[in-house]
């Protein structure tokens, strides 16, 4: 039985392009089709209807017409528009931060619905808590585990024997934390403290709720935003575009 060509689905609005005179191509990202791709007619006139409903950083329940290429947006209402993102040049700075993030670690048409609520739920809690370090780190550590590039950080990558609590590396290739000893005769490892290892087990294991409570002074904050920024940047092999914008604020 073919597929219905109209459907509906909420989504998280990641990314736009301008396509001709009047039109957007929409990068969507849903809870159950994964990342998918539609044309917005005419959604850059002045008088468009559809135009406040399909804004970046906007969570919309979506009507579409599947198509050859690309889908068509066919009806839009908006369920969240995070308008304290829109009111602020850093808030939005971070929340197309976490956009671009979900853009470039998912495929089309792969159903991540994992992804989906964390998305939804962060650009939420952006919207009301103060600590906005920690939430973007949660958000890049729990990214890493939804899209299977969750680092190893219980025990050295290299020898498999338990982390002591002395400073050990980073190794982005190996995809995990190695020991002093596995470590000494390697380049391009990154030191990583006592205390910023068991920030990032708590980052990778615990809820926002426990999270959110920790307590991070700015040396420790540098050191943890390093070495996850130096893994992503390994693992997508470029920097993120909204990452200079965001550290200039």
Partial sequence: MPEPRDYQTEAIIIKKIKLGEADRILTLYTPHLGKI??????????????AGHLELLTYSQISLASGRN???????????GYLPLKSDLELTTCGLYLAELTDQFTVD?????????????????????????????????KLLNETGFRPQLQQCVKCQKPLEPVTNYFNN????????????????????????????????????SYAVKLKIGPELAFELKEVIRRYIRYLLEREVKSIAFLDSL
């Fill in 173 to 208: 290739n190996a995809g995990g934390v190695v020991c002093p000893g596995c470590g000494k005769d390697q380049h391009l490892l990154y030191p990583l403290s006592v205390n910023a290892i068991k920030i990032l087990r708590i980052l990778q294991s615990e809820d926002f």
């Fill in 109 to 141: 048409r792969q159903e991540n619905n994992g992804v989906f609520i964390l998305l939804r739920d962060t650009l939420e809690r952006l919207c009301q808590v103060n600590n906005r370090d920690i939430l973007i780190r949660y958000f890049e550590m």
């Fill in 70 to 80: 690309l889908d068509t947006v066919t009806g839009c209402q908006t369920i969240n």
């Fill in 37 to 50: 791709h539609a044309v917005a007619k005419g959604v850059r006139r002045p008088k468009s209807k559809m």
